[in-house]
């Protein structure tokens, strides 16, 4: 079945443009930039923050007692609010 | 290793780069769609140190979102998606006042009032040289919307998927670029097509 000129059209244009090899070879070495990025950012975040946290005047175990407060604040539900209405009324 | 690596599937390329992060599964990856993503980026930014730049990005965006792929998708469906999108963003960023990009059904735009139904198989036969000064001529969005369905072969709910689009929304884009590819051939060529 011949293909459709669209696709013919697209055969052509990669016919036409070849990707340079030096192309190849700039991609990759942004992937392996991006792969040690982000090894670095796994390796070294964790002190990261441990720092930033001491600089800050906090020890490690303050983090966690930051997130596990047990009661969240909320504000106060509608129906306190209207007592506290009719109360001041 | 290069022989077995060539008969592994994308799925299982990404697989294994995921679980390894061997850089020869994506270098492998990259010879597989470079071509064509090189060439898609040719024929939408006109000039060859933009679609290198492109390429260049779009696979360091891939590298990046690999490990969120839909295994149940189409690899090349994907990269074509975020080809397109990454070439539209490019030409918007050069021209920001002349595209707008978007399905809006309301748009004022006088084709939309008139949609002439144009069928597929007057665009599907029509003459290379034509078609390519066609697709030149109407807005860069039109362009890739009739790409991804008669050059990619992609499905309607695909390109809702890669456009961020309903899918009726795109049924009415797909014919809305079909009349203004119309419109573009009657004013370059004169004659109308049949």
Redesign the interface.
Known sequence: MPQ???????E???K?????PE??Q???A???L??IMGKAVELYMPQLVQMLFQMMGHSVHHIGEMFSQKEPIHPPSRSKRTAKKNKSK | MGGSLDKLKDHELIEKFLQTQDTSYFNLLYRRYAAKVYSKCISMLKDEARAQDAVQDIFAKLFLNLHKFNKKARLSTWIYAITYNHCIDQIRRHHKDIIQFGDNVEDPDPIAEDVQEVHDKVLLEMELDRLEAVLDAIPPDDKVILLMKYQDGMQIKEIAEALDKTESAVKMKIKRAKAKAHKAYVKLFGDFLR
Do not use: D, T
């Not at chain 1, 036409?16 to 340079?20: A, G, K, Q, R, T």
């Open positions: 459709n000129s669209f696709k013919r059209l697209a052509e244009k990669e036409e443009y070849v990707p340079p192309l190849e700039r991609v990759m942004q992937i392996y991006l792969q």
